[in-house]
């Protein structure tokens, strides 16, 4: 609204319209003096407490100054932003922006490589790997005994280190982290949820675990109010040791980590390039 009573003002009040202006000017109830109006509003009224009346036609209001325009000044700017829409709507996109798009989908295209340990790690470990495109959350699926083990995790962001391209070349790249899950269930429904993080840059752990959540059905797993169970490092050490070797017994190990870093990225990477190309598609 005040965008556009600033653009009628502006057309609309001429050195005649403001003298007529200046001669009806009648008491009005008052306005808040912290709000303005636009210049060629003021200079038309002697104050904010006041109404301007150019016809008999109500039109709108503005902070406490009611106006009222004639029919062919609606009819002139009703006009207007009808031309205003139509060459919009008519108007065609630039190629450049396309142009853009698609050296950058090139230029990704042709500087990504798969992670060479994702491959191998699926042919080796026995896990099934479960992803769509436009999904950002992956999960692999294993039975161990009598098990049902799934560890769940999303893609995530590369890190960059330096600010240029030069401190890149100078610093040593970050180890990536990946939150994930791993659910261990029952046959009969019973089961635990660990919440674990990858570790990059400890000599003795590869993962830690947050926290360990017991669930006795179906319900309990889904539910958002469940307990999520004690924080881990304040459990006894033997505690933790054990627990660290049974999962490790199912598969949650160096191995597992490493390939859930390179898949997260790598995820995050094909991602990126198949937005430029349904960007560049829909800007065509």
């Given at each position: 609204?005040?965008?556009?009573?600033?653009?009628?003002?502006?057309?609309?009040?001429?050195?005649?319209?403001?003298?007529?202006?200046?001669a009806?000017?009648?008491?009005?109830?008052?306005?808040?003096?912290?709000?303005?109006?636009?210049?060629s509003?003021?200079?038309?009224?002697?104050?904010?407490?006041?109404?301007?009346?150019?016809?008999?036609?109500?039109?709108?209001?503005y902070?406490?100054?009611r106006?009222?325009?004639?029919?062919?000044?609606?009819s002139?700017?009703s006009?207007?932003?009808n031309?205003?829409?139509?060459?919009?709507?008519?108007s065609?996109?630039?190629?450049?922006l396309?142009?853009?798009?698609?050296?950058?989908?090139?230029?990704?295209?042709?500087?990504?490589e798969?992670?060479s340990?994702i491959?191998?790690?699926?042919?080796?470990?026995?896990?099934?790997?479960?992803?769509?495109?436009?999904?950002?959350?992956?999960?692999?699926?294993?039975?161990v005994?009598d098990?049902?083990?799934?560890?769940?995790?999303?893609?995530?962001?590369?890190?960059?280190?330096?600010?240029?391209?030069?401190?890149e070349?100078n610093?040593?790249?970050?180890?990536e982290?990946?939150?994930?899950?791993?659910?261990v269930?029952?046959?009969?429904?019973?089961?635990a949820?660990?919440?674990?993080?990858t570790?990059?840059?400890?000599?003795?752990?590869?993962?830690?675990?947050g926290?360990?959540?017991?669930?006795?059905?179906?319900?309990e797993?889904?539910?958002?109010s469940?307990?999520?169970?004690?924080e881990?490092?304040?459990?006894?050490?033997?505690?933790?040791?054990?627990?660290?070797e049974?999962?490790?017994?199912?598969?949650?190990?160096?191995?597992?980590?490493?390939?859930?870093?390179?898949m997260?990225?790598?995820?995050?990477?094909?991602e990126?390039?198949?937005w430029?190309?349904t960007i560049?598609?829909v800007?065509?």
């Amino acid at each position: 609204m005040r965008s556009g009573l600033r653009q009628i003002a502006a057309t609309s009040l001429n050195r005649s319209s403001s003298a007529s202006a200046s001669a009806a000017v009648a008491a009005c109830p008052p306005a808040s003096p912290s709000l303005s109006l636009p210049a060629s509003v003021i200079s038309s009224v002697s104050g904010l407490n006041k109404r301007v009346v150019f016809s008999d036609s109500p039109f709108c209001s503005y902070h406490g100054v009611r106006c009222w325009f004639n029919s062919a000044s609606r009819s002139n700017s009703s006009s207007n932003n009808n031309s205003s829409s139509s060459a919009v709507q008519n108007s065609t996109p630039s190629p450049k922006l396309s142009a853009t798009l698609q050296s950058e989908l090139q230029y990704e295209k042709s500087n990504y490589e798969p992670a060479s340990n994702i491959t191998t790690f699926l042919e080796k470990s026995g896990w099934v790997l479960n992803e769509k495109d436009g999904d950002v959350n992956m999960s692999l699926k294993k039975s161990v005994r009598d098990l049902a083990v799934s560890v769940d995790f999303q893609l995530v962001s590369p890190s960059y280190s330096g600010e240029n391209e030069e401190e890149e070349e100078n610093q040593v790249e970050p180890q990536e982290t990946t939150d994930f899950s791993v659910t261990v269930e029952k046959p009969s429904g019973a089961g635990a949820i660990f919440y674990c993080t990858t570790v990059g840059n400890d000599e003795k752990y590869r993962f830690v675990v947050g926290n360990v959540r017991y669930f006795a059905d179906g319900n309990e797993k889904t539910s958002m109010s469940a307990y999520n169970g004690p924080e881990f490092e304040d459990l006894d050490d033997h505690l933790q040791a054990g627990i660290d070797e049974w999962l490790n017994s199912l598969g949650i190990n160096e191995e597992l980590c490493d390939f859930v870093d390179a898949m997260a990225v790598d995820k995050e990477q094909r991602e990126y390039m198949r937005w430029l190309n349904t960007i560049a598609q829909v800007v065509e």
